[in-house]
Nanobody, 121 residues
Framework: QVQLVESGGGSVQAGGSLRLSCAAS????????MGWFRQAPGKEREFVAR???????YYADSVEGRFAVSRDNAKNTAYLQMNSLKPEDTAVYYC???????????????WGQGTQVTVSS
């Protein structure tokens, strides 16, 4: 069982930056792929980024070059650094854990409660 708690959301102007954190409980954190997803009002939850236990990363085209995902296995924490934020990045952001390197929402077994990110123009 893995419990995830996100933090670091907030409001920022376009072009600004935020860093989200995802603190995980459990001793097996390092064995999971950690993913970040987001959901805007009226839209489906979508993949943003993921990082494997060994640090291999993968990004959605919409955030490639602007966002960076990382993890500290010793601290049981994953991070999402978001730079050059745009109004279209506004959403609730979720971290999630999976045994598979995938972008599919249904493949992630554990989810955090989400944190709101609002980008104003």
């Amino acid at each position: 069982q893995v419990q995830l708690v996100e933090s670091g959301g907030g409001s920022v102007q376009a072009g600004g930056s935020l860093r989200l954190s995802c603190a995980a409980s459990g001793r097996t954190f390092s064995s999971y792929v950690m993913g970040w997803f987001r959901q805007a009002p009226g839209k489906e939850r979508e993949f943003v980024a993921r990082i494997s236990w060994s640090g291999i990363t993968y990004y959605a085209d919409s955030v490639e070059g602007r966002f960076a995902v990382s993890r500290d296995n010793a601290k049981n924490t994953a991070y999402l650094q978001m730079n050059s934020l745009k109004p279209e990045d506004t959403a609730v952001y979720y971290c999630a854990a999976s045994r598979s390197s995938t972008t599919r929402v249904v493949a992630y077994d554990y989810w955090g409660q989400g944190t709101q990110v609002t980008v104003s123009s």
